[in-house]
């Protein structure tokens, strides 16, 4: 199973509605959480932070179930320039490493499409 | 937020050739920098993660003496690929982190690499 899983998608969505989609992780020990989004080929950029209580930026919202394992992103009122792959991103300790350290692990990315 | 820059953007080399990749974190120390590799479609995957001053710790099946790093410095790593292939090519991306266990990374703009 691998650390961080992600439906790939697409996800075609009209633009104006709802899209939602989870990210599933298996080191339970996981400490923070963070979606990016990434255009094609152009280097990821932070959309926003995954706190335990949920947050929301706008049109987007984070929510993170520990007990489940999961977190989800949703977008309202999809705009065109939300057509993107998003990141699903979990912050680990590297544990049984010489070097024990943080380690930040991507799911695959769900692809977002969204069309007028 | 905080600026990683990579360099170059773009190169080819010839197969057998070495090639050297920059990541600088030009308004932060960057305790922990990561590098990746990206086919196309699909998702970050992560090569090694370095430490300042320390010798990087490598993912399983990447070979270390062909892909080398070095972080010698608190806003500096490089990624050389030696002897590179064909089958080397695709894009390599840096990100940097302070040395908060919980806060995002911030990526390098990729280089694209063609071996021919």
């Known amino acids: 199973r691998k650390e961080v899983e992600q439906d790939p998608g697409p996800f075609n969505v009209p633009e104006g509605a709802t899209v939602a989609f989870n990210c599933t992780y298996s080191?339970?020990?996981?400490?923070?959480f963070f979606w990016y989004r990434q255009d094609c080929r152009k280097e990821p950029k932070l959309l926003m932070s995954v706190y335990s209580s949920g947050n929301e930026d706008g049109r987007f919202t984070a929510q993170l179930n520990r007990a489940s394992q999961y977190i989800s992103l949703l977008i309202r009122d999809s705009k065109l320039s939300d057509s993107a792959t998003y990141l699903c991103?979990?912050?680990?300790?590297?544990?049984?490493?010489?070097?024990?350290?943080?380690?930040?692990?991507f799911g695959g990315g769900t692809r977002v499409l969204v069309k007028p | 937020g905080a600026v990683v820059s990579q360099h170059p953007s773009r190169v080819i080399c010839k197969s057998g050739t070495s090639v050297k990749i920059e990541c600088r974190s030009l308004?932060?120390?960057?305790?922990?920098m990561f590098w990746y590799r990206q086919f196309p479609k699909q998702s970050l995957m992560l090569m090694a993660t370095s430490n300042e001053g320390s010798k990087a710790t490598y993912e399983q099946g990447v070979e270390k003496d062909k892909f080398l790093i070095n972080h010698a410095s608190l806003t500096l790593s490089t990624l050389t690929v030696t002897s590179a292939h064909p089958e080397d090519s695709s894009f390599y991306i840096c990100?940097?982190?302070?040395?908060?266990?919980?806060?995002?990374?911030?990526f390098g703009q990729g280089t694209r690499l063609t071996v021919v």
């Open positions: 990100s940097a982190r302070t040395a908060s266990m919980n806060t995002e990374a911030f």
């Open positions: 308004d932060f120390q960057a305790t922990t």
């Open positions: 991103v979990v912050n680990s300790l590297s544990v049984g490493r010489k070097a024990a350290g943080n380690k930040l692990t």
């Open positions: 080191n339970s020990a996981s400490q923070s």
